[in-house]
């Protein structure tokens, strides 16, 4: 697939979309059909793992982690430590939002080098849990290398590291509740958009979300999206800008 050539070539600009699968930890039986959906679609989506999982992964984890990412299917990113929230003088503090550099810190490598000691390479993406984000997080992903690409909702304007913007909202019945319906009706009020990362949680889906799922990415296919791996979007760029 030469997508750099068609899109210089294409008088409308390319579409783009990367699926942002959170909340990886173990094999689940939701993740599994949700990524066999994708599969069937044609479309390849990008997971985030909440690293605690990974200190003391089970055998079966491992293997389903390493042969996914060996297929190309899925990419994997950092989706934090422990995910946790909690309450501090009456305000909600959570894991990469108002905990203090320390933390997001500790977290943040510890999940890198969990997901390195695994999988054999560093995620080039981050998103934390929640979509939190403060000055802390920005110093943190500044010290780190390896992060190209961030899911948010507002520019970091970190240098070295790409934006995705959830542009598009894909559970717009809130977590765990695609609705290809309302999809639709926003997309139709939005349609000069060209970039979105769409979220989804999985594990949280029933048989309906499934087939809800499936509509919006038919429905995207349709008007010709094309998914991209976090890593295939940072190369897209590299070589648009060339
Ligand atoms: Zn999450």
Redesign the pocket.
Known sequence: MCLAVSAAFSETPMKIAIIKA??IKGVDERFLRFIETSKNLGIKVSC?I?CESLENPKKEYVEWMLAEQKQGFVEFWN?GWD?KRWNENEETISEFGGSGYAHQKEHFVDSQNAIKRILGQSPISFGS??NAFDADTKRVISEDESIRLLFCYRDPNLENVVPAFMALRGEPDGTGNPNAAKFIDSYNQKNDITFSAIQF?PANFDDQDFVEYEKTITFLLEKDWVFMLPSEYITWLEDKSK
């Open positions: 959170d909340d985030g909440i989706h995910h849990p929640y949680h």
